[in-house]
Structure formats: structure tokens, C-alpha cells
T-cell receptor, first 111, second 114 residues
């Protein structure tokens, strides 16, 4: 099965950029998702990138995909206290509806 | 209200008891999923269903049973609860159209097995 690795914790100061990294093993992943989980809640889709793209920008969010190295990153510009949450990398298996979630990275934003 | 709901939100039970967690969605999504969330493990897939009466095992199915007689409901049963099943359980659904498959999550059920 797919293995998806993330660092468990990241701390940044308000206004700085945050970069959350993810490595995965299944090269057939088609869509690669980032989900956000706020305290006490379920996950919500934050953004995604299709496997034929290298970069996707969505307001303060930038997703970078390096297919050769199977590395995905999420950059949050001008990080705010409301961005404090757990972020999950979730590559989808090609042709299937299943995704494999990473361990999640807890982002702490210091005012 | 439209969306995906889970009940109960919190449950405390004892080892050996049977427990059923409920999940209901109003979108008529084809796919439904059960995950458990544990520190250091992220979300792990327990079971999923592609349609009514079609279910399949995920990564950690042992000790769990599912059924899906109606498209909108996907209950998860712990046949004989163990302490290792103490976790937060999330139900999710997706429309299942093509390769894009955003999953919509319920609020979770926090289960404690004593």
C-alpha cells in the first residue's frame, strides 16, 4: 500500500510563511489533496493538485509537486492564527476513490 | 439539514461490549468511508463502500463490521470492543465521479473503551 510521511509539528510566527512537506510512495497517484482539520472537527478539503501539474496557486496557498522525488509541499503565505490546525497530505490512488492520508502536521501559529 | 452527520458524538463503553457508530449523508454520494484517527498514525481507513450493498476492507478492518443497506447510511459496529479501539472515528462520503474524489467528513465520534 501507499506510505505517506509528514513531519508531526511545525511552529511559525504570525505573518511568516509556513511550508508543510509530504513524501509518498505511489507514483500512480492522480490527484493529491491537502486537507485541514481544525480542533474538534472533521477534515475539510483545502486544495489539491493534479499529477500533471508542478505548481498550483490559490490565494495564500501554493502547492508544489515533484513527481520524480514523490514530494508534495503546501506553502501558506502570511500565516494567520486562524491557520492553526492539522494539515493532512492525501494522495489518491489512480483510478480509485480511496486516498491515503499522511500522519498530519500540526501547525502552531505564534502571535 | 444537508450534510454528513455522525452519532453519537461521544461514547464510553466497556471491553467486550458491542458498539455501533452511525453515519448519515444527505447528498446521495456513492462512496462512504470509515476512518480512525490516532496520534502518530493520521487517518487509517477501516472500511469503505462504493454503493449500497457493496463494502470492502480498508487498512485496519479487524474487529469491525459494516453494512450499507441504504445509500445514505453506513453504520460501523465494533463487535466486541477492545481498549485498542479507543479512538476518534470519522465517516466520510464522496460523489465517486471520475478520478476527482473530494471526501466530505462528518464531525467525528470520540470512542473510549474502558
Amino acid at each position: 500500500g501507499e506510505d505517506v510521511e509528514q513531519s508531526l509539528f511545525l511552529s511559525v510566527r504570525e505573518g511568516d510563511s509556513s511550508v508543510i512537506n509530504c513524501t509518498y510512495t505511489d507514483s500512480s497517484s492522480t490527484y493529491l489533496y491537502w486537507y485541514k482539520q481544525e480542533p474538534g472537527a472533521g477534515l475539510q478539503l483545502l486544495t489539491y493538485i493534479f499529477s500533471n501539474m508542478d505548481m498550483k496557486q490559490d490565494q495564500r496557498l501554493t502547492v508544489l509537486l515533484n513527481k520524480k522525488d514523490k514530494h508534495l509541499s503546501l506553502r501558506i503565505a502570511d500565516t494567520q492564527t486562524g491557520d492553526s490546525a492539522i494539515y493532512f497530505c492525501a494522495p489518491a490512488q489512480g483510478g480509485y476513490q480511496k486516498v491515503t492520508f499522511g500522519t498530519g502536521t500540526k501547525l502552531q501559529v505564534i502571535p | 439539514d444537508a450534510g454528513i452527520t455522525q452519532s453519537p458524538r461521544y461514547k464510553i463503553t466497556e471491553t467486550g461490549r458491542q458498539v455501533t457508530l452511525m453515519c448519515h449523508q444527505t447528498w446521495s454520494h456513492s462512496y462512504m468511508f470509515w476512518y480512525r484517527q490516532d496520534l502518530g498514525h493520521g487517518l487509517r481507513l477501516i472500511y469503505y463502500s462504493a454503493a449500497a450493498d457493496i463494502t470492502d476492507k480498508g487498512e485496519v478492518p479487524d474487529g469491525y463490521v459494516v453494512s450499507r443497506s441504504k445509500t445514505e447510511n453506513f453504520p460501523l459496529t465494533l463487535e466486541s470492543a477492545t481498549r485498542s479501539q479507543t479512538s476518534v472515528y470519522f465517516c466520510a462520503s464522496s460523489a465517486g465521479q471520475g478520478n476527482y474524489n473530494e471526501q466530505f467528513f462528518g464531525p467525528g465520534t470520540r470512542l473510549t473503551v474502558l
